[in-house]
C-alpha cells in the first residue's frame, strides 16, 4: 500500500455535541468507555494495512494531539508515520475555509509523498471497514474519484451529501445536505448517503483542489464544491459500503454521532441484547492509548452488592455495592454503595457519591456528584442546570461538582 496516502480531517468543531465539545474538538471525545472518535477510522487504515496518515487538525486539538502523541507514535518506522498536522495558514492568517480548502492547504504533503492514490476520510463515525476493497473497486472501475456511500432513512438524509448512481455504480447526481433529499429508485423510504470518505486518483486532486483555490465564489468543500463539479465530466464511481465485508463482523455497521442523541444511542448499540458493533473481534483489532491502570474492581458492602449487567467498565473504575446496568464507565470512574446507574455513559475520572441515582445521562470527566443526587428522573428540574436533548439525555459538562 506503498502507493496510497491517507489525509484524516480532524478539526471538526463538533458544535452539536456541545458540552462535550466545549474543550476539546469532535475527534478527540472519547467513546465506548476506552475510545475516542477519531481512534475508529485510524484502526481502519492500520487494520488494511495503510500506514501513511496525516491527520489534520484545527479547533482545540490539544487533547487531540496528545492522544495521538501517546497511542498512535509510529516514529522510527520507515515510510510508515501518522503525523497530526496542525493547520499551517500558508494562505493567511485564516482557519480553513471548507473540507477542500483544508487538504488544499495541506497539498505540500501530498506532493512531498508523491502517492498514486490518496484516501480522504473524516474521523468522527463509529464503523469498520477495509479500505483495501474499496480501493479495488476505485481501481477496478478507473475512477478518478471514489465515494464511500450507505442507505440512510430518508428522513434523515439532509443531514447528508445524497447520491444518485447508475446501474454500473457510476455517480450521475449529488446534492449536498438537500431540503427534500431523493429515494432510492424503488426503494422510498431510503436514500443513498456520502459517508465522507473518498478516494481520489492523485492528479485529479491536485487539479481540482488549484482550481477550486482559484474560484472566489467556491465555498471549498468536497460536498458543495469538489464532488458536484466533477462527477458531470469524469468517471466518479460509488462505493457500496455494505458490500464490505470483515471477518468475524455480522454485517456493516455506521453511526454518525453528530448530536447527543445519536452518541448515546451508539452507546446503547454497544450494551443491547445482540450488539451490532463488536469490540471484540481479534481479526479487526481496535488500538487506542490505554493509560496504566489497575483492572476494574468490585466490591460489596454488608448493607449492598454490587450487581453489574451488560455494561462496559473500564481498566481504574472502582464498583463498590452499587447496580449498573446498561452503561458505559470510562477509565478511573468511582462509584460509591448504594448508587444506581442505568442507561448512562461516564467518560472517565468521574466520582459518584453514595445512594445516587442517575438515568439516561452523559457525563463528562473530572465530575463530582454528590451523595443522593438523583439525575434523569425530573427532566425538567435537570434542564435548569444542566444540557438536556431532544429525547431527554441528560449532560454533565466536564469539571461539574454537582449537588456540594
Known sequence: MSGVLAMILAGGEGTRLQPLTVSRSKPAVPFGGSYRLVDFVLNNFINSDMLRIYVLTQFKSQSLYLHLKKGWNLTGISGRFIDPIPAQMRMGK????????AIYQNIGFIE?????????????????????????????????????????????????????????????????????????????????????NYIFETNTLLGELTSDAENENSSHDFGRDIIPGLYPHAPVYVYDFSVNQIEGEKGAYWRDVGTIDSYWQSHMDLVSDNPPFSLYNRKWPLHTFYPPLPPATFTDTSAYKTNVSQSLISA????????????????????????????????????????????????DKQVEIAPGTVIGENLEYDRQRFTVSESGIVVIPKGARVGF
Not at 94 to 101: C, P, S, V
Not at 135 to 162: C, M, N, W, Y
Not at 163 to 183: A, L, Q, T, W, Y
Not at 323 to 337: H, P, Q, T, V, W
Open 112 to 196: 512531498l509523498s508523491s502517492p498514486d492514490h490518496v484516501c480522504i476520510f473524516g474521523s468522527d463515525h463509529i464503523y469498520k471497514m477495509d479500505i483495501r476493497q474499496m480501493l479495488d473497486f476505485h481501481k477496478e472501475k478507473q475512477a478518478v474519484l471514489t465515494v464511500a456511500a450507505i442507505r440512510v432513512p430518508i428522513k434523515e438524509a439532509s443531514s447528508f451529501g445524497v447520491i444518485e448512481v447508475d446501474e454500473n455504480g457510476r455517480m450521475i447526481g449529488f446534492e449536498e445536505k438537500p431540503k427534500n433529499p431523493k429515494s432510492i429508485p424503488g426503494d422510498p423510504d431510503y436514500a443513498l448517503a456520502s459517508m465522507g
Open 316 to 363: 481504574g473504575c472502582y464498583i463498590q455495592g452499587s447496580k449498573i446496568n446498561r452503561s458505559i464507565l470510562g477509565f478511573r470512574c468511582n462509584i460509591a454503595a448504594g448508587s444506581e446507574i442505568s442507561e448512562s455513559i461516564f467518560l472517565g475520572d468521574v466520582k459518584i457519591g453514595e445512594g445516587c441515582q442517575i438515568r439516561r445521562a452523559i457525563i
Open 94 to 101: 485564516r482557519w480553513y475555509d471548507g473540507t477542500a480548502d
